[in-house]
């Protein structure tokens, strides 16, 4: 009775993973749970909308089988949820209906049917069974296929969602081994002094509070000197201090001179699961922010709608009072029967609404639900992430009806009308129906593919997608008229700008934004609510982390410092230099142009020129080869020679300290070897980027090998003259000394003469960075570069995928977290459109499936400001209609807020009128407000645009340096 998709990927090697296709996957599991993974079976039985979401996630998870389990046949309502079914399926088996397009989700997996009952025979194939539907399981087979399976060695999972309510329940075994419970990288800390004796203290940069403890296990790599440490099994922390920490015996070990990393070493951690049927009557809970009370009511309320089930066939009717009754009849049954597991008086009003909605199927509910199961799995196959232990319930109650005293006509609403939409309609009812289909959203996402996908999964949707950025650029597209026609926006955006613009045009137009993200196994939804809570741009992100620039260019401590330096260096090398070159040939007077500019500036652009023109611009690919090789040995070899000249390996500070000492790593020239792998990377990257710049042909990899090592390099010889800083500080005290002294206008003159006739048309070709196109040289190049560069100061290479993880910026990210957080923010979604206008009814979200941390909180309130006796948020402003003056709107303010404006400005850097700053600022009085701002900002303003933002300098007339803050100002201009 089993069908099979996929079959020609069933012998595929279990150590043959594609980083292209895992590599965001990669980052989060990392390879040794994808091998783990790859060789899994799993069996999910119950194909509704809560097991295809659960196949989906492990399908594209990347297991080596999924075999979905279902004896039953399309429904209408079950189109309600899921989305792999269409009409002309109603009547047939769910789970072969679905096969085909589950089977198209991942090559690499085989995808299976089973139609017959599940007996033990075919329950010992899998390494891990999920059950979804006990109406399809009767809740004694369930126990009985727990039972088994944990004989077996198989591990558990059993999953429902009914209405707004879901709960999971896992069982691993009796043993069940965590190899990493959190997922994050094991802390790692800079070593600065080690003093070796019986007991050995480590000295950690004093700048960072280390987080080891006592008992942890600790590593150690890159010391110098005292290099026993290097590879040393893990040793016990004995004690800590708040910058050091104390390790054993090292007095036989040499001496300590610099560098060193010590690492925190993971341990794996033992669980122990019960079975079903005594978990049922001792429950351990997991918590969404829930009270243990709540946990038991719901705990109650899922075990009385199996007893229902099994007395009636039947779930309670949408919101009839009748069946509640009847239901709460039962869970009173049951709380007698087993008064020690259920002591707390019944909640009534929770039980009914319990019963009023558990026949509803609702698609964000189970996304939720179906994505946590299915980082379960996950979890059991690979033993990354903490597993839930073992009861996880969850409920949406805040997003049912407010209309607790009519419940009769919720009953009317809420019966089935043989629609695809009856699931939905059962818990909300036929208005809210009919309303939902009347609402504009705006989902930012990839649009053409997503627009596509979903015509297939439901053909009423009526959806436009489009490719356009999202920002001032496209105005005239998306402009006023655009966003006030809206219910709402949904933002899935990658970039924390763009996020910031459309929160900014929702606050202008009084939209309600619901904006998530995902990081890993993190993810995080924010809602934004006109009136009531504070906006995006509210909030504030961890800054972006930057690197001091004399540790990129002469002091790097670390890989992330190197490949830093390796992408600066694409940069200029392959983009800014060239672009800068292109120019040249562009515009006629670029020299005289570039000749004008202040300080050091006009060198600084003439020797980018030099740099491409006169020095790489090649006359054969030999010469790109030569380039290239030459090019190591300015870096690798010459530059390291000029550092040492000027701080040689036994050079003192100002101090009297060793220079280099602590973390600051004392380099060693490399020697080319064109027989040496990453020598040979290095200048067939850069030769093959010279030739894409110049449009020259590639060649293979022995021919630049051999011309490589054909080059003639004369012996360097240090310069006494030059003077390299040794840390940021001086770098700018020298920086600001820089002029255009007589040398350096001789040097422009120089250069400026052996530049090419521009009259001489050179096409160049700049190299935008492209992390994903491994046929293009350029992440070949960083890695190279930075591999190099970790030689030149021992510090350990990174392999090309952890590379292109640092130096793309690449966001780690896994199906299942995707698909928990849409369904929460649908969940936010549908107590907007139910008119929910209260800040209590909604939920910020921040979860973690690695360590089971789920905090859904109330959002903050808009943060109130006030002036005079008037207060505003973020949400009030000033509305003017009409292109007024300048000065009319000054006078304005003035003779009807009694406000005395001194500064307008439009965005958060263009002032469009300043005194003292303004140029000719009585003709910017007299300009209407448009010309004002088109004038400040050096931008025409799109035709699209209805109105004008602008923020209002204001000051207390009885104190012109006491700021008034004011709300701001909305100008309709046409």
């Not at 900014?504 to 939804?525: E, I, Q």
């Not at 100061?793 to 993880?805: C, E, N, Q, V």
């Not at 690449?810 to 928990?820: F, L, M, N, Q």
């Amino acid at each position: 009775m089993a069908s099979s998709l996929s079959q020609t990927m069933a012998n595929l090697k279990i150590d043959d993973i594609d980083e292209a296709l895992y590599s965001r996957q990669l980052y989060v599991l990392g390879h040794e749970a994808m091998r783990s993974i790859s060789g899994a079976s799993v069996l999910i039985s119950g194909v509704g909308g809560l097991g295809v979401e659960i196949a989906k996630n492990v399908i594209l998870a990347g297991v080596k089988t999924v075999t979905i389990h279902d004896e039953s046949c399309v429904r209408i309502e079950d189109l309600s949820s899921q989305f792999f079914l269409s009409v002309e399926d109603i009547g047939k088996n769910r789970a072969e209906s679905s096969l085909l397009k589950l089977g198209e989700l991942n090559s690499y997996v085989e995808v299976n049917s089973y139609l017959g009952p599940l007996k033990d025979e075919e329950l010992k194939k899998y390494k891990v069974v999920v059950i979804t539907d006990c109406q399809l399981v009767p809740f004694d087979d369930l126990m009985h296929i727990n039972d088994f399976c944990r004989s077996h060695g198989i591990h558990f999972i059993f999953a429902e969602a009914k209405g707004v309510f879901g709960r999971i329940f896992c069982d691993f075994g009796e043993e069940f081994t965590v190899l990493d419970m959190d997922g994050e990288p094991p802390y790692q800390y800079q070593i600065h002094n080690i003093v070796k004796g019986k007991e050995t203290e480590v000295f950690i940069d004093p700048e960072v509070h280390h987080q080891f403890d006592k008992g942890d296990s600790v590593m150690f790599s890159e010391v110098q000197g005292m290099t026993e440490l290097n590879g040393l099994p893990p040793q016990q922390v004995t004690s800590k201090g708040d910058h050091s920490i104390r390790i054993g015996d090292t007095s036989s070990f040499g001496d300590y001179k610099n560098g060193g990393l010590v690492t925190y070493v993971k341990k794996p951690v033992k669980m122990t699961f019960k079975c079903l049927r005594d978990s049922i009557k001792d429950p351990v809970y997991e918590t969404i922010c829930f009270n243990e009370k709540k946990l038991r009511q719901l705990h109650l309320a899922f075990l009385t709608l199996h007893e229902y089930f099994k007395k009636t066939q039947t779930l309670p009717n949408p919101w009839s009072v009748s069946d509640a009754d009847h239901f709460l009849e039962i869970a009173r049954f049951l709380q007698t029967s087993s008064p020690d597991s259920f002591a707390d008086p019944i909640d009534e009003t929770l039980l009914r609404k319990f019963s009023f909605t558990a026949s509803g199927i609702l698609s964000p509910v189970q996304s939720v639900i179906g994505g946590i199961v299915a980082q379960e799995v996950i979890k059991a196959i690979s033993g990354k992430f903490k597993p839930i232990n073992q009861w996880l319930y969850y409920d949406a109650i805040e997003c049912l009806p407010d209309n607790d005293d009519d419940v009769s006509a919720m009953e009317v609403l809420s019966k089935p009308k043989n629609s695809r939409y009856d699931g939905q309609i059962a818990v909300f009812g036929e208005k809210f129906q009919e309303e939902l289909a009347k609402a504009k959203l705006f989902l930012e996402m990839k649009s053409l593919t997503a627009a596509a996908a979903v015509r297939q999964m439901n053909p009423d949707m009526r959806i436009c997608a489009h490719e356009n950025r999202v920002g001032k650029e496209t105005e005239s597209v998306y402009d006023d008229n655009f966003f006030r026609g809206l219910t709402a926006v949904v933002n899935a955006l990658d970039n924390v700008d763009a996020r910031k613009y459309v929160d900014d045009r929702c606050v202008v137009n009084l939209k309600p934004m619901f904006d998530s993200g995902t990081l890993g196994a993190r993810c995080s939804s924010q809602v934004v609510i006109p009136h009531l809570t504070k906006c995006y741009s509210d909030t504030k992100d961890a800054p972006e982390k930057s690197f001091p620039m004399c540790t990129l260019k002469h002091f790097p401590v670390a890989i992330e410092h190197t490949l830093q330096w390796a992408r600066d260096e694409f940069e200029g090398l392959f983009k800014q230099s060239v672009e800068t070159s292109a120019k040249y040939f562009a515009e006629p007077d670029f020299v005289e142009k570039t000749r004008k500019l202040d300080g050091c500036k006009p060198l600084e652009l003439l020797k980018e020129l030099n740099s491409v023109l006169v020095e790489m611009a090649p006359g054969s690919f030999e010469d790109c080869v030569k380039w290239a090789r030459m090019k190591f040995q300015e870096n690798y070899t010459n530059q390291i020679h000029q550092l040492l000249h000027v701080y040689p390996p036994d050079h003192v500070s100002k101090t009297g300290a060793p220079f280099w000492s602590g973390p600051k790593r004392c380099p060693t020239p490399l020697v080319f070897d064109e027989k040496d792998e990453t020598h040979l990377d290095y200048v067939v990257a850069a030769a093959n980027l010279v030739a894409q710049i110049f449009g020259y042909a590639s060649r293979n990899r022995e021919e630049i090998a051999k011309i490589a090592a054909g080059v003639k390099v004369d012996e360097f010889r240090p310069k006494s003259d030059v003077h390299i800083p040794a840390n940021d500080e001086e770098a700018k005290e020298a920086a600001g000394k820089q002029s255009l002294d007589s040398d350096a206008v001789e040097q422009i003159e120089k250069i400026v003469a052996a530049l090419p006739d521009r009259n001489k048309k050179l096409t160049l070709r700049p190299q935008d960075f492209e992390k994903d196109d491994d046929s293009n040289f350029h992440l070949d190049f960083i890695v190279a570069a930075s591999n190099l560069r970790a030689m030149n100061y021992g510090i350990t290479p990174a392999d090309r995928h952890k590379s292109k993880l640092i130096v793309g910026k690449i966001i780690p990210a896994i199906a299942t977290t995707t698909s928990v957080v849409v369904g929460l923010v649908c969940i936010e979604l549908y107590k907007w459109l139910q008119g929910k206008r209260k800040i209590e009814a909604f939920k910020n979200a921040f979860i973690s499936l690695a360590t089971n941390n789920f905090i859904l909180s109330r959002p903050t309130a808009a943060s109130t400001k006030k002036y005079g006796d008037v207060e505003f948020t973020i949400w009030n402003r000033f509305e003017i209609d009409g292109d007024k003056t300048v000065q009319q709107l000054i006078e304005y303010f003035k003779e009807t807020h009694n406000l005395n404006v001194d500064m307008i400005h439009y965005g958060t850097k263009c002032a469009v009128y300043a005194p003292g700053i303004t140029k000719n600022p009585e003709e910017r009085l007299r300009m209407t407000l448009r010309k004002a701002v088109e004038q400040a900002s050096k931008e025409q303003l799109p035709s699209g645009v209805k109105s004008i933002k602008l923020q209002l300098g204001c000051y207390d007339e009885n104190d012109e340096d006491k700021e008034i803050e004011v709300p701001w100002v909305l100008v309709n201009v046409s």
